[in-house]
Nanobody
Framework: QARLVESGGGLVQAGGSLRLSCAVS????????MAWFRQAPGKEREFVAA????????DYAVSVKGRFTISRDNARNTVFLQMDSLEPEDTANYYC?????????????????WGQGTQVTVSS
């Protein structure tokens, strides 16, 4: 059973940056694709970004493409989300998720392990 722990959330002004990290305790981390989702109050959880097992293939939601960058360090069992040019609409609880599918996926049901989330608040 994978254990995921997110960190790096906080309060930032619009236009600022944050870097989220997700430490994953699991055997063969490099066999999992990883993703970030987010959920704002009163809204459904939505896909943000995903990366395949190798780190070479990524996918982004239209709303964050060009501003967010997902990456992974397989030697450290960690996945990152660099968030630049943040907007108030990015305010949400951000969750890290792991899928045993090696390919990039964006459907929440494909992910069997989730972290507890880290709060990101962007002030205007």
């Amino acid at each position: 059973q994978a254990r995921l722990v997110e960190s790096g959330g906080g309060l930032v002004q619009a236009g600022g940056s944050l870097r989220l990290s997700c430490a994953v305790s699991v055997v063969n981390f490099n066999r999992y694709s990883m993703a970030w989702f987010r959920q704002a109050p009163g809204k459904e959880r939505e896909f943000v970004a995903a990366v395949d097992f190798s780190g070479r293939i990524t996918d982004y939601a239209v709303s964050v493409k060009g501003r967010f960058t997902i990456s992974r360090d397989n030697a450290r069992n960690t996945v990152f989300l660099q968030m630049d040019s943040l907007e108030p609409e990015d305010t949400a609880n951000y969750y890290c998720a792991a899928s045993f599918s090696p390919k990039v996926v964006r459907t929440a049901s494909a992910f069997g392990a989730w972290g507890q989330g880290t709060q990101v608040t962007v002030s205007s």
